[in-house]
Antibody
Framework: QVHLVQSGGEVKKPGASLKVSCQIS????????INWVRQAPGQGLEWMGW????????NYAQKLQGRVTLTTDTSTNTAYLELRSLIADDAAMYYC?????????WGQGTLVAVSS | QPVLTQPPSVSRAPGQRVTISCTGN?????????VHWYQQLPGTAPKVVIY???NRPSGVPDRFSGSNSGTSASLAITGLQAEDEADYYC???????????FGGGTKLTVL
């Protein structure tokens, strides 16, 4: 069973940067692609980007290009999401998710508040 | 706007059958990419109820089923129970956007 554990919630000021971690166990980390998805309060799911843990290749949602960076650390089986220049609309629950044998496995979510 | 289109809400009585539609285009569902369905209860992460168009993960009742046709997909739930009341999202892959795409979500109310 693939298991994803995310870092804890954060409160950030507008203009600050955010870094969320996602540690994955239960399968060979470098065989996985990791997606990041966020959900603003009362809203739907929004895909943010994907990274290959094998070679670090990335795809980002166009609306976040230039503000988001996905990375991985294969020594700790951890994926990272960095989001810069935070605005109020970035307040959301952030999820990491991966697919194994077609089934998606999700982290528990990281709640991010953006407030001055 | 979500790439995949779902009805915002549906409601049925316990024991009835409900279908939730998910409409995409030729870059996602119509291109043959798998459709997955998630159930989300308040305050929790999405949970897969259908993966790969019509497969149920272990532990999901056989009351849940999925189907595809052309650029659309559907989730069907039979014998509705109070515990099925939740938000449901469809998800696929889009070759133009090169990433996951979601429906806007459907709130299922079991009357």
């Amino acid at each position: 069973q693939v298991h994803l554990v995310q870092s804890g919630g954060e409160v950030k000021k507008p203009g600050a940067s955010l870094k969320v971690s996602c540690q994955i166990s239960g399968y060979t980390f470098t065989s996985l692609g990791i997606n990041w998805v966020r959900q603003a309060p009362g809203q739907g799911l929004e895909w943010m980007g994907w990274i290959s843990a094998y070679n670090g290749n990335t795809n980002y949602a166009q609306k976040l290009q230039g503000r988001v960076t996905l990375t991985t650390d294969t020594s700790t089986n951890t994926a990272y999401l960095e989001l810069r220049s935070l605005i109020a609309d970035d307040a959301a629950m952030y999820y990491c998710a991966t697919q194994y044998q077609l089934i998606s496995y999700w982290g528990q979510g990281t709640l991010v508040a953006v407030s001055s | 706007q979500p790439v995949l289109t779902q009805p915002p809400s549906v409601s049925r009585a316990p024991g009835q059958r409900v279908t939730i539609s998910c409409t995409g285009n030729s870059s996602n569902i119509g291109a043959g990419y798998d459709v997955h369905w998630y159930q989300q209860l308040p305050g929790t992460a999405p949970k897969v109820v259908i993966y790969g168009n019509n497969n149920r993960p272990s532990g999901v009742p056989d009351r849940f089923s999925g189907s595809n046709s052309g650029t659309s997909a559907s989730l069907a739930i039979t014998g509705l129970q109070a515990e099925d009341e939740a938000d449901y999202y469809c998800q696929s892959y889009d070759s133009s956007l090169r990433g996951w795409v979601f429906g806007g979500g459907t709130k299922l109310t079991v009357l």
